[in-house]
């Protein structure tokens, strides 16, 4: 199905407030609100983007305060270190606006306190201020925290699901214990872009969305996904982006007018699942892609090759496209609709998504496999457990297929050289970084051109690997 913009771009760079309003009270007719009843929007996980979306929706819509509530949940109890601090109130001071904004809040001193070692500064509060812990260079409007989860979920109209994929299902298990006496069911719209792996009753990918049906019980048709080549820390600046709201017609299409903005334009498709996957895939490669250049500039493998090296990453990336195109064939009934969304998404986390930072950064020796996918100031690296979840599912013998050149049995997995590389490092650690040059210089490694020709030249599509009926 082709994508939708689901409303004519407008040429102001902000909408009249008239036609927010108007927005505001089409969706809520369309969720039949009553006059005296606000809508209730929250925000569960207050990662970088989790926190952006939450905030342009106040920032959009919470002057109408009789109109809707907006808030956001996250844990309590996470102290900031002093160095955190330090850096928080750097960021305050060299910027006149957000310093004025807190001496009027009467929250400045509290900073100033925290940069000296006087006290303590927890997550939830600076986001009560506008801070995320992830994205402390980017401050954003004041958001009504909550870190009672009963409080902050059990009257909602819509979620906005924020969390890792690794968190969705414990915590909307949790959520789900106070949804038991609703009488009509929440619209959820799930921005995570992590995927799970299990193996019986056969293998499949499972995503966050689908995670959230078997937790709730939520009709699936008001659970969506939003995903799109978006920076988080961009968006929030208004930098033009898009993201595209995918599921059911009965909702995508009004949820999408609603949270468009001149900056932020929303299209909309019914494949959720696969486009929910795609999301996840890209994190795959994000990871694998920056560790070809700090190997050559910093850690200099080879003599030679001292400066970057656009060539050794254009050969990563034609590696890593084939595999995702090889992938998506398996996946997708037709790949070729997900091109566009694919490459755009994979383009950006590549120039500045967090899973290349965090490539780059263990390239260089900054961070370490044992410090863990959840890093302090970005929060939870996604590509970690993706790397996990598609390497192990496209490794089942059930899958197997004929290799082109020895004739025998090989798992996908197999000729997928990038992706096998990258599960060896990252998750069972047999080799150190500097292996994923190792696998591209292999000189038995075959043409990428080959990969595709495979996955056009059989009957790839295996429905069932996202829980489709053949």
């Known amino acids: 199905m082709m994508d939708h913009l689901v409303e004519p771009v407008e040429t102001n760079n902000s909408a009249p407030s008239r036609l927010v309003e108007e927005r505001l009270d089409e969706i809520r007719r369309v969720m039949g609100k009553a006059d005296d009843d606000p809508l209730r929007i929250v925000g569960v996980g207050a990662g970088a983007w989790g ?20 808030r956001i949940w996250r844990r309590g109890g996470r102290a900031i270190d002093k160095s955190t601090a330090e850096h928080l109130f750097e960021v305050i001071n060299s910027r006149e606006e957000l310093l004025r904004r807190l001496i009027r809040r009467c929250a400045y001193l509290k900073y100033v306190e925290a940069r000296l070692g006087d006290r303590v500064l927890y997550a939830d509060e600076i986001l009560k201020d506008g801070f995320c812990l992830n994205m402390i260079e980017t401050p954003l409007c004041p958001l009504k925290v909550v870190t009672n989860l009963q409080e902050a979920v059990w009257d909602a109209d819509i979620v906005i699901n924020g969390l890792p994929s690794t968190e969705t299902f414990q915590v909307f ?7 038991k006496e609703r009488v009509t069911a929440p619209v959820i719209i799930s921005l995570a872009k992590g995927v799970e792996a299990e193996f019986e009753p056969h293998p499949r990918i499972v995503t966050p969305t ?74 795959v490669y994000a990871i694998g892609a920056v560790f070809v250049l700090p190997f050559l500039c910093f850690i200099g493998m080879v003599a030679t090759l001292t400066k970057e090296s656009a060539t050794s990453k254009s050969v990563y990336f034609a590696h890593c496209t084939s595999e995702m195109i090889f992938i998506t064939h398996l996946l997708a009934k037709e790949p070729e609709k997900l091109a566009g969304p694919l490459l755009a998404d994979t383009y950006v986390t590549l120039l500045k998504g967090r899973n290349a930072w965090y490539g780059q950064k263990l390239a260089k020796g ?40 020895e004739g025998k049995p090989v798992t996908p997995a197999e000729l997928c050289p990038i992706l096998k590389m990258l599960y060896r490092i990252l998750i069972t650690r047999e080799f150190s970084c500097e292996a994923i040059l190792e696998a591209l210089r292999d000189e038995t490694m075959n043409d990428p051109r080959e990969l595709i020709e495979i996955a056009h030249s059989h009957l790839f599509f295996q429905p069932w690997l996202l829980g489709q009926k053949p």
């Not at 298990?173 to 949804?179: D, G, Q, R, T």
């Not at 709201?245 to 999408?256: H, N, T, V, Y």
């Not at 929060?379 to 598609?390: C, D, L, P, R």
């Open 173 to 179: 298990n949790e959520i789900s214990k106070y949804w």
């Open 210 to 283: 689908q995670m959230i049906y078997r937790a709730t019980g939520i009709p699936l048709e008001n659970i969506l996904y939003l995903g799109g080549p978006n920076i988080a820390s961009e968006v929030y600046n208004k930098e033009y982006a898009n993201a595209r709201i995918c599921g059911s017609e009965i909702w995508r299409k009004p949820l999408g007018k609603f949270l468009r903005q001149s900056h932020f334009i929303v299209w909309d498709n019914s494949d959720l699942i696969t486009h929910e996957v795609m999301g996840g895939l890209k994190n």
């Open 366 to 405: 900054e961070l370490s496999l044992e410090m863990g996918d959840s890093i302090k100031g970005k929060g939870m690296i996604q590509g970690v457990s993706a790397v996990k979840a598609f390497y192990e599912l496209l490794n089942q013998s059930s899958l197997s297929l004929q290799h082109p050149e």
């Open 51 to 70: 926190s952006v979306f939450i905030a342009m929706l106040q920032e959009s819509y919470g002057k109408f305060r009789e109109k809707v509530s907006v």
